[in-house]
Nanobody, 117 residues
Framework: QVQVVESGGGAVQAGGSLRLSCAAS????????MGWFRQAPGKEREGVGS???????SYADSVKGRFTISQDNAKNILYLQMSSLKPEDTAMYYC???????????WGQGTRVTVSS
């Protein structure tokens, strides 16, 4: 059974940085895709960025140039380095893992990020 656990959220002032981590475990197949999503109060969940089995990353336009996704393959940990944070980045951030090419995702419990102006 695949499990996903996030960590690293917190409160920061605008312009600051935070790094989120996501550990995935329990999967038995190759080709694991992972990504970050967020949900702000009163808004729908949206994609932040993802990484595929080849290490290719993609980002939402709203975070391009400010957020970076990286992966420690040996430890099966996904990172989200967030820089130049804005108040509008305030949200619950979720990590998800899925078998590449399939739509069903396993979600973490979320970690809260609060950016004050």
């Amino acid at each position: 059974q695949v499990q996903v656990v996030e960590s690293g959220g917190g409160a920061v002032q605008a312009g600051g940085s935070l790094r989120l981590s996501c550990a995935a475990s329990g999967y038995t197949y190759s080709g694991l895709c992972m990504g970050w999503f967020r949900q702000a109060p009163g808004k729908e969940r949206e994609g932040v960025g993802s990484i595929d089995r080849d290490g290719m990353t993609s980002y939402a336009d709203s975070v391009k140039g400010r957020f970076t996704i990286s992966q420690d393959n040996a430890k099966n940990i996904l990172y989200l380095q967030m820089s130049s944070l804005k108040p509008e980045d305030t949200a619950m951030y979720y990590c998800a893992a899925w078998r590449c090419g399939f739509s069903s995702k396993v979600w973490g419990q979320g970690t809260r990020v609060t950016v004050s102006s």
